[in-house]
């Protein structure tokens, strides 16, 4: 009798763990992975999603201060010292050309060096997205290599920012044949780049007359 009701006791305890296994089994295949993962998939997507709104949000909540910072910064580069002292190509060039012979000028004392020609070119058509004109002039020395370097260093390297291009350097044969120590013949093309045009407050003529006519 007594072996006769353990083994009932362990058939129940074996047909609730059988159904507990059942259960189990029913849950993962008709519930979980058809409903229960896909709702935690979104759950998680959604989180991310409020995170990256999140970090929008903040973005877009700064783009008052990041304007305002790049109009400052704008500014200050139109007033630097980078940039041709007028915003006219024409007048830039002239100021160019003089800018040229003042510097060979001051380095007159280290060997021989002139300015056989300079003649300003047309203002070069500014690249896609380039916000800047330039202005550029042909220039012609006749120098020695001492005086050339240091023409050359000083047109690159001081303000306003100065460009040498198509550079031509070669000796006069017809000179070399007289004998003697011929200066080099130097070609160049140097530009820089004019000052933007500051914006004009309208005047209230203008006003006016806008406003007129959008009524």
């Given amino acids: 009798m007594k072996l006769a009701?353990?083994?009932?006791?362990?058939?129940?305890?074996?047909?609730?763990?059988?159904?507990?296994v059942t259960l189990l089994l029913a849950y993962f295949v008709l519930l979980h992975?058809?409903?229960?993962?896909?709702?935690?998939?979104?759950?998680s997507e959604m989180s991310?999603?409020?995170?990256?709104?999140?970090?929008?949000?903040?973005?877009?909540?700064?783009?008052?201060a990041l304007q305002q910072r790049l109009a400052t910064l704008g500014a200050g580069q139109a007033a630097s010292n980078a940039f041709l002292s007028t915003d006219?190509?024409?007048?830039?060039?002239?100021?160019?050309?003089?800018?040229?012979?003042?510097?060979?000028?001051?380095?007159?004392?280290?060997?021989?060096?002139t300015v056989s020609q300079k003649m300003p070119l047309p203002s070069p058509a500014a690249a896609p997205?380039?916000?800047?004109?330039?202005?550029?002039?042909?220039?012609?020395?006749s120098c020695d290599i001492e005086p050339l370097a240091t023409v050359m260093q000083a047109l690159?390297?001081?303000?306003p920012y100065l460009f040498i291009d198509d550079l031509s350097i070669y000796r006069n044969p017809v000179a070399a044949r007289e004998g003697g120590a011929t200066p080099l013949e130097v070609q160049f093309t140097l530009s820089g780049y004019v000052r933007p045009p500051r914006a004009q407050p309208a005047t209230p003529v203008a006003t006016a007359m806008t406003a007129g006519e959008a009524r």
């Fill in 33 to 43: 992975w058809w409903f229960v993962a896909p709702l935690q998939q979104i759950r």
């Fill in 129 to 141: 997205g380039e916000p800047y004109r330039k202005a550029a002039v042909s220039i012609s020395l």
């Fill in 88 to 113: 006219d190509p024409n007048t830039a060039a002239a100021d160019l050309m003089q800018r040229v012979v003042d510097v060979v000028a001051a380095r007159a004392g280290s060997g021989r060096c």
């Fill in 48 to 64: 991310d999603l409020r995170d990256t709104q999140s970090r929008y949000a903040a973005a877009i909540a700064e783009k008052p």
């Fill in 5 to 20: 009701a353990m083994s009932r006791r362990d058939s129940r305890i074996a047909a609730v763990l059988l159904l507990l």
């Fill in 156 to 159: 690159e390297q001081g303000t």
